[in-house]
């Protein structure tokens, strides 16, 4: 029976090769390298962020059309990630699949998501202040600025463990999506394979860690403006950070167990063939 997958495709046990592969070349990356990956990673799902807020701010729009809508938008960060190279920590969560083989050590796996995460946070900080000092938030009438530190808010008043699970759920969808773009031989087959997860995170209400990095930043600098009256519910630098180590908690369980250790488990723990490092 001919290959299926064969031309058009890579087959899922194709891919769980080439995620394996991938993971060993991250793991392995020149730390300047690494560095300036993380801060375009930061920085392009911080653009992401920008185009879902634009669109979310339209009160015309009914609530699931401008959510559906504005996580297509959003979409354009992992897109630029997967397509243009950048390291993208909840995209590397994949890595625990060659840890689990075996083929990079404990130090390694650790040493990359720790490096990636504080550079994907500089470049989303980066670009908050941007978007900040472009006077982007005050379109609208203000409604766009008013809608960040909306967003922030919400993010701000979520319980632990909703925080946690909703970002369980997030990064179970993002580590689809990198897999199915990892079958991808075009450019387009990746734009198919990243822009429904995505969406469908994003209009979920799901959190991922990288864009509250550059939500909850540029909240901040809008409400130290002045030009919004401050409620009970605003975010702060606590929240801000009381948020990501929840989400982040939750990311790494959707992204390396549910999605990373499961496809290890279905096409990888027999074919290992290279000898253990950790």
């Not at 690494?34 to 015309?60: E, K, Q």
Request: aromatic fraction near 12%; include cysteine.
């Amino acid at each position: 029976m001919p290959e299926v997958f064969g031309f058009d495709a890579y087959s899922p046990k194709e891919i769980a090769t080439r995620v394996q592969s991938a993971g060993v070349a991250k793991a392995r990356l020149p730390l300047l390298q690494t560095v300036m990956l993380g801060v375009l990673a930061g920085a392009f799902i911080g653009l992401g962020a920008m185009f879902y807020t634009l669109v979310v701010s339209d009160s015309s729009l009914g609530y699931s059309t401008a959510r559906v809508i504005g996580g297509v938008c959003f979409s354009m960060g992992l897109l630029f990630v997967v397509v243009a190279g950048a390291e993208l920590f909840t995209g590397n969560n994949l890595l625990a699949m060659a840890w689990a083989e075996g083929s990079i050590s404990s130090f390694e796996l650790l040493r990359n998501w720790l490096i990636v995460c504080v550079a994907n946070f500089v470049g989303a900080v980066f670009i908050a202040a941007l978007v900040y000092w472009s006077g982007h938030w005050t379109m609208n009438g203000g409604a766009i600025g008013s809608t960040y530190l909306n967003i922030a808010a919400s993010k701000a008043a979520l319980d632990p463990l909703t925080a946690f699970t909703r970002g369980v759920l997030c990064n179970l969808l993002v580590c689809v999506a990198v897999w199915m773009a990892m079958g991808g031989r075009t450019v387009i087959d990746r734009f198919v394979a990243v822009v429904l997860p995505i969406s469908a995170f994003v209009a979920a209400g799901f959190e991922h860690s990288i864009a509250n990095m550059y939500f909850f930043p540029l909240a901040l600098m809008i409400k130290a403006n002045g030009a919004y009256p401050h409620g009970a519910g605003e975010a702060t630098i606590d929240t801000m950070f009381s948020n990501l180590g929840m989400v982040i908690a939750g990311n790494l369980v959707g992204g390396s167990v549910l999605v990373a250790l499961v496809y290890w488990l279905i096409y990888r723990r027999n074919a290992s063939d290279s000898p253990p490092t950790k």
